[in-house]
T-cell receptor, first 113, second 111 residues
Framework: GAVVSQHPSWVICKSGTSVKIECRSL??????MFWYRQFPKQSLMLMAT?????????EQGVEKDKFLINHASLTLSTLTVTSAHPEDSSFYIC?????????FGPGTRLTVL | RKEVEQDPGPFNVPEGATVAFNCTYS??????FFWYRQDCRKEPKLLMS???SGNEDGRFTAQLNRASQYISLLIRDSKLSDSATYLC????????????FGGGTRLMVKP
């Protein structure tokens, strides 16, 4: 199956800092990548669908100006949490879905102090 | 109403017990169904897909009832290593390849 990596695996930052999370598809050219987040003791919720070469599609309630997504190549999508606040602390996971099978990145744990 | 609903548990069972989890989904257009396992602070991992005819993989049996929009997972002969959160996941064709996750059911298997 496809291999997906994320970087960093964890990050701790001060409130007001912007944090960039990278999602890479190592052996598959992904025109679409999905970004999920998971708050403690809750399920994964889709934030946005990242589309290579075009704008991302955001789910209702997700601020596109706060969560900037760039999908500049077929193997890399980035999610930037701008001016992060403690309530943005969460587990961020990207996935790709070649042939309708989902492959998950290992996730990035963000803690905002 | 949530799109995919599960009993959050926790289910505390002794080793060797049989345990069943249930899940209901609200979108009748849902096409694909899965059970994922998630360990603490890790990404979800696919446990098994769920087929209309029901399917079994070792100690795990999954069932789908489309009429009732209900999915189940049965674990026989529970092992300590089965302790995890089990996520019911649905893929709707009219939503592309987006997955909708249930809230998860936590299982704790005790010696």
């Amino acid at each position: 199956g496809a291999v997906v990596s994320q970087h960093p695996s964890w990050v701790i930052c001060k409130s007001g800092t912007s944090v960039k999370i990278e999602c890479r598809s190592l052996d598959f050219q992904a025109t679409t990548m999905f970004w999920y987040r998971q708050f403690p003791k809750q399920s994964l919720m889709l934030m946005a669908t990242s589309n290579e070469g075009s704008k991302a599609t955001y789910e209702q309630g997700v601020e596109k100006d706060k969560f900037l997504i760039n999908h500049a190549s077929l193997t890399l999508s980035t999610l930037t949490v701008t001016s992060a606040h403690p309530e943005d602390s969460s587990f961020y996971i990207c996935t790709i879905a070649p042939n309708n099978e989902q492959f998950f990145g290992p996730g990035t744990r963000l803690t905002v102090l | 109403r949530k799109e995919v609903e599960q009993d959050p548990g926790p289910f505390n069972v002794p080793e060797g017990a049989t345990v069943a989890f249930n899940c209901t989904y609200s979108n009748s257009a849902s096409q694909s169904f899965f059970w994922y396992r998630q360990d603490c602070r890790k990404e979800p991992k696919l446990l098994m897909s769920v087929y209309s005819s029901g399917n079994e993989d070792g100690r795990f049996t999954a069932q789908l009832n489309r009429a009732s929009q209900y999915i189940s997972l049965l674990i026989r002969d529970s092992k300590l290593s089965d302790s995890a959160t089990y996520l019911c996941v649905v893929n709707s064709r009219n939503a592309g390849n987006m997955l909708t996750f249930g809230g998860g059911t936590r299982l704790m298997v005790k010696p």
